[in-house]
């Protein structure tokens, strides 16, 4: 398989500050990473497409102000939520996309519980 | 991408197999069919794709039908440690290879 890994697992930070979130494939190359947010007892939702070296591409409803989105390089994009309120609070996930033999597979990260106090 | 449905939960016993059905009448011909699962406070996990033939990996099997319009994750011996939510998702080829999670189905399996 591949790995793909966040950081931090959990954090919890203060209303109106920024938090960043790191998501690495650590054993391949991944042009595009997406991340998600699933509430308590939901399913994921898709917030956003990070491609590397240009923009990420947001779904339709997500804030691009407010959720920052860096794909600098090859293994590494990252999310920052800007100015975090209580209603942020949330398990953000990401996946990185690795193309191979057999096709193309999403690999998930572990995830990042955010609590903003 | 087409949509699917499946059962909100479902149980079975420890050591038995666990057959989850997924309903995607819309699927089109380029259409794949992806499982994943997740287990509580994990990100999701692979278990296996297929586009029109039944496939078998170390982890479970998937069986669609002829027309495409419902498939069967099957787990063969399941274990406490398959409790989990199982998503199953169609996914076209096109260049953005989105994920697009339904509610999925929560396994209970019992000791």
């Known amino acids: 398989g591949a790995v793909v890994s966040q950081h931090p697992s959990r954090v919890i930070c203060k209303s109106g500050t920024s938090v960043k979130i790191e998501c690495r494939s650590l054993?391949?190359?991944?042009?595009?990473m997406f991340w998600y947010r699933q509430f308590p007892k939901q399913s994921l939702m898709l917030m956003a497409t990070?491609?590397?070296?240009?923009?990420?591409?947001?779904e339709q409803g997500v804030e691009k102000d407010k959720f920052l989105i860096n794909h600098a390089s090859l293994t590494l994009s990252t999310l920052t939520v800007t100015s975090a309120h209580p209603e942020d609070s949330s398990f953000y996930i990401c996946?990185?996309?690795?193309?191979?033999?057999?096709?193309?597979?999403?690999?998930f990260g572990q995830g990042t519980r955010l609590t903003v106090v | 991408d087409a949509k699917t449905t499946q059962p909100p939960s479902m149980d079975c016993a420890e050591g038995r197999a666990a057959n989850l059905p997924c309903n995607h009448s819309?699927?089109?011909?380029?259409?794949?069919v992806y499982w994943y699962r997740q287990i509580h406070s994990q990100g999701p996990q692979y278990i296996i794709h297929?586009?029109?033939n039944n496939e078998t990996n170390e982890m479970a099997s998937l069986i669609i039908t002829e027309d495409r319009k419902s498939s069967t994750l099957i787990l063969p011996h399941a274990t406490l440690r398959d409790t989990a939510v199982y998503y199953c998702?169609?996914?076209?080829?096109?260049?953005?290879?989105?994920?697009?999670f339904g509610s999925g189905t929560r396994l209970l399996v019992r000791p």
């Open positions: 996946s990185a996309r690795k193309q191979g033999a057999g096709g193309t597979e999403a690999f």
């Open positions: 297929g586009l029109k």
């Open positions: 998702i169609v996914r076209g080829m096109d260049s953005s290879y989105k994920l697009i």
């Open positions: 819309t699927i089109s011909g380029n259409e794949y």
């Open positions: 054993d391949f190359q991944a042009t595009t």
């Open positions: 990070s491609n590397e070296g240009s923009k990420a591409t947001y």
